[in-house]
């Protein structure tokens, strides 16, 4: 697993593929999995408080996606990983699904703009100029499917 400084981001879409929210952080040094888990962490945290009761969180790593869909998070301990069984068992519906990572290239987007001078967590209720073509790109290959 490779370690290094890191950041998270993703995007949050209404059925119809629609932006309404984004965000993005700046984490420092961890793991390449530990930046995905943060991304989760934070895409819950965010569509909680924004009253989301049901969701679909989608991740390109597969261990994420196993250790938070089928896994026993609690054995490795970790704060965050606390966090997130935290948020699991909150009253709303949550489904996690594996994504080819040219599948989530707009959350990638949404991550780099912590290097850009956001640094710590910042949410983003319109989408950035940095990301609209990825947008509508992802956009046109859900409609196609």
Request: charged share 20%.
């Amino acid at each position: 697993m490779r370690s290094g400084l890191t950041t998270c981001g993703g995007v949050g879409r209404d059925l119809n593929g629609n932006w309404c929210f984004g965000f993005s952080r700046a984490l420092g040094l961890c793991s390449s999995l530990d930046a995905e888990l943060w991304g989760v962490y934070e895409g819950l945290a965010t569509a909680w408080s924004l009253s989301f009761s049901r969701i679909i969180i989608e991740t390109d790593c597969r261990d994420a996606y196993e250790m938070v869909a089928h896994g026993n998070p609690r054995q490795l301990g970790s704060s965050l990983l606390s966090g997130l069984i935290e948020l699991q068992h909150r009253p709303w519906e949550i489904q996690f699904s594996f994504v080819r990572r040219e599948g989530n290239v707009p959350a990638d987007i949404m991550a780099q703009l912590a290097w850009r001078g956001y640094p710590e967590y910042r949410r983003y209720m319109e989408p950035p100029l940095e990301v609209s073509d990825a947008l509508q790109l992802d956009m046109e290959s859900l409609l196609m499917q």
